[in-house]
């Protein structure tokens, strides 16, 4: 049997010469959604309640792996289980393989606990939210060949990716910080999916719909497999996606910054000289740019020195 970290649940067919899935959710504990969408999977499959293990279903090919990405941040409701780098920006190669040290971050245990599992995994399909309100989307480092052939089943409008590590170096990471990334530095591919709010779990059974086609198209599991849930049928895929990249954080440079009406939510174009917000001294942030507004952040995660918000830019 394949490696398997703590709060992991294995399914493997009667055939286990095929791919090798992972679902994520909770690789930021507070956010509940993918949570939310993990634990209705683990129920239907009447694996909630039993230990995490290998079980084999019929309507598996090769490996499926469900589970949560960072029990002790999920336990806490936090982004991470420990001061620094979250758990999605500790995969770095050399930390991962170091000597563990008694005082070493809860993040990093964790990744270590992942990384067996991420070097044999072909598809990752981590679910994430956002801290504002955003529309869902889909995000990953670095666009390969292999992702196109799955970016269509995702009912999405939007696709980002960092392929300049914009948003890696500003982290203050180093060399595949994240889950895709490392997923892709063994051979796979990763997609972070974007499925709303942090706190709505209501989209669970949504989400869950939206994610079996894309299963069914990477040939883990059969047809049948998706009948074994009682949750609406995927939403319809769009007719177009866009893809953007980011380009530039606009940095927070002191505390109290408020958003101007409306500026809290993702996924708005913004043009050259908007007005962002403002601090309590009247002095105002604006854009540097046209472009996409993504991933703003909630006003209590606002942290000096640190992005509010990224701009992206529309490519090819």
Not at 116 to 138: C, G, K, M, R, Y
Not at 142 to 158: D, E, I, N
Not at 163 to 178: F, K, N, S
Not at 211 to 219: H, K, V, Y
Request: neutral net charge; proline residues 9%.
């Amino acid at each position: 049997m394949p490696h398997l970290p703590p709060h992991i649940w294995h399914l493997y067919g009667p055939v286990t010469d095929g791919p090798r899935v992972t679902i994520l959710g909770g690789t930021h504990g507070d956010e509940q959604g993918g949570i939310a969408v993990v634990r209705l999977l683990l129920k239907t499959l009447n694996l909630m309640q039993k230990p995490s293990g290998s079980f084999c279903h019929p309507d598996v090919r090769g490996h499926l792996f469900i589970g949560f990405g960072n029990t002790e941040a999920m336990l806490r409701d936090t982004r991470s289980a420990s001061d620094g780098r979250d758990l999605n920006r500790s995969f770095v190669p050399d930390e991962i393989v170091a000597k563990p040290a008694s005082d070493d971050r809860l993040d990093l245990v964790r990744a270590r606990e992942l990384a067996p599992l991420f070097a044999q995994t072909d598809v990752l399909l981590d679910i994430h939210s956002t801290s504002s309100p955003s529309e869902p989307f889909v995000c990953f480092s670095t666009l390969r060949p292999k992702h196109r052939h799955y970016l269509p089943l995702f009912p999405v409008r939007y696709i980002l990716h960092d392929p300049d590590l914009v948003y890696v170096r500003h982290e203050g990471a180093h060399v595949a910080p994240t889950t895709d990334s490392e997923i892709e530095r063994h051979g796979g591919i990763g997609f972070c999916y974007e499925t709303g709010l942090a706190q709505d779990t209501t989209v669970a059974p949504q989400i869950l719909a939206n994610l079996l086609p894309i299963l069914e198209a990477t040939n883990v599991v059969t047809k049948k497999f998706r009948a074994l849930f009682d949750i609406p049928t995927a939403q319809p895929r769009t007719s177009e996606q866009t893809m953007y990249a980011i380009r530039e954080p606009i940095i927070m440079k002191k505390s109290g910054f408020t958003y101007a009406p409306g500026m809290n939510h993702g996924w708005q174009k913004i043009v050259s000289d908007q007005l962002i917000g403002a601090y309590p001294d009247c002095e105002e942030i604006r854009s540097p740019r046209d472009g996409m507004y993504v991933f703003p952040r909630a006003l209590p995660r606002l942290t000096v020195d640190k992005a509010i918000v990224w701009i992206a830019e529309r490519c090819a």
